[in-house]
Structure formats: C-alpha cells, structure tokens
C-alpha cells in the first residue's frame, strides 16, 4: 500500500529532529545537556500533531491532595478547563485532571535509564484525580495519565520489549507505551492485560513513531470535546469548610 502524505511527513518531522539532536549532541560530554536536547527534539516532533487545546510543557504533576510527582521531561496537558495561573512557567506544576500524556526521554535506553524511568512513573500512581464524593460518603477518584518512555536509541541489539518487561510489572504496568527509535513500538492493553507492538529493527525506517503518533492524534481529538471536568479550586482551597452565616433582618 502507498504511504499517505501525513505518514511521509511524521516520518520526516522525527528524522529531522533526531538529526538535529544527534548533531546538536557531538562532542557535548555532559548527560543532562544531551538530555535537554533530547527533550527539544522530541517536543519539535510532538507540538505540530498536538489539537487546539493540547499543549506541551516539563515539570511536576500535583493532586488536589498536594501530591507530586517526580520531575518529569515532557507533560502534554489540556488548557480549556483550567486558568492559566497553574500553568505559569515560574511554577511548571500541572494539575493531575489536566495531564493527557506524560513523556520520559531518553538519548539512549539502558537498563538504568528503564529503571529510572519507572521509578518516576511510579510517583504519578500515588497521586488521585477527579475527587468525587459517593453516597456512602466514601470518595472515588478517576484515571491517571498515559504514561510514554520514549528513547533516540538503544544500548542492545536485541529485543527491546523483552528486556523492557524484565523491570516493568507485566500485571499493573506503570508504563503505557514504549517507543524506541529504530527497534520498534510496544503498549500496554489494559483490558486483556497483555502488551501489544511491533519490533520494527529489520526496518530501521522509524514507521514506530508514525505507529505510536496515530493513537496519540486519535486520543487527543476526541478527548477534545470529551475531556471530563473538575473543580480547579479545590487545588487553592482543599481542607477550608465555610461556617454558614446567620442571616440578620433590620429591626
């Protein structure tokens, strides 16, 4: 089958940036510079596919309940239902109801890397969305971020998800996707409780990135008229109750 013009130009946009990054990162003997460019690269990629109220930032996530996550590379976040206040750059901390997709970005995925991945991963479980009290009193709280541990590169030439799940829980996986340049495209069904993907190494034509963009483009449209609201004050004021006033009548 013929390659649409959309394919041909996710391809593209992410060779483009890899090139970039890769460039960029020659001779550069520090982690955390080669990491930031990383970063930039992947956002370059990421912000032309985003939907109108879709934005991306770096940061922390919180609860209502003041919950943080760790720091984390990239958080791609909804605008339309919360004032621009939480999003100030002086803060980079992120309303939990907000947050669609969460990124880690790695130069090049090694067994530190997954597990350092994870362990932030792993702080984003802890935190509760959507508060809603029940009848009983009791509160029920609503679904967590799709979490994405996105690497330019591998330190293996074997099987990438194979030594993926050796680190992550295959039952209750904090990881939602896994996307390695080059080795392929692998994400977790939370249903039938089982990861799905495709090695894509014999390729080497970075077709798991146009993969991965097509469920990340189709998420966010349709979350964009169907993203469930909440009450952002409750971020300002969490444990204030109102006494009730006594009303006073003119004598």
Not at 149 to 170: N, V
Not at 212 to 218: D, E, L, S, V
């Amino acid at each position: 089958m013929e390659e649409s013009r959309y394919y041909r130009y996710i391809l593209n946009k992410i060779a483009a940036a890899k090139k970039a990054a890769d460039d960029m990162a020659v001779d550069i003997d520090h982690p955390g510079i080669e990491g930031d460019l990383r970063e930039l690269a992947l956002k370059e990629c990421i912000e032309p596919f985003l939907t109108h109220s879709f934005k991306v930032g770096t940061g922390k996530i919180i609860d209502t309940y003041q919950s943080l996550s760790d720091q984390l590379d990239a958080v791609i976040y909804h605008t339309k239902l919360v004032p621009p206040i939480f999003f100030s750059k002086e803060l980079g901390i992120y309303p939990v109801e907000s947050v669609r997709y969460i990124f880690e970005v790695k130069s090049k995925i090694s067994a530190t890397q997954i597990k350092d991945s994870l362990k932030k991963f792993s702080s984003i479980r802890r935190l509760k969305s959507f508060p809603r009290k029940q009848q009983d009193n009791s509160i029920a709280h609503g679904g967590l971020p799709t979490n994405v541990m996105f690497a330019f590169g591998s330190d293996i030439s074997g099987p990438e998800i194979d030594r993926f799940l050796k680190y992550e829980s295959y039952e209750s996986p904090s990881t939602t996707a896994l996307v390695v340049l080059g080795k392929g495209y692998w994400f977790y069904d939370s249903e039938n409780k089982k990861w799905f993907g495709l090695d894509t190494s014999s390729k080497a034509d970075l077709s798991e990135f146009a993969m991965f963009m097509t469920g990340f483009m189709n998420t966010l449209s349709r979350e964009e008229s169907t993203m469930r609201g909440f009450n952002p004050g409750g971020y300002v004021n969490l444990n204030i109750t109102l006494d009730p006033v006594e009303q006073k009548h003119n004598q």
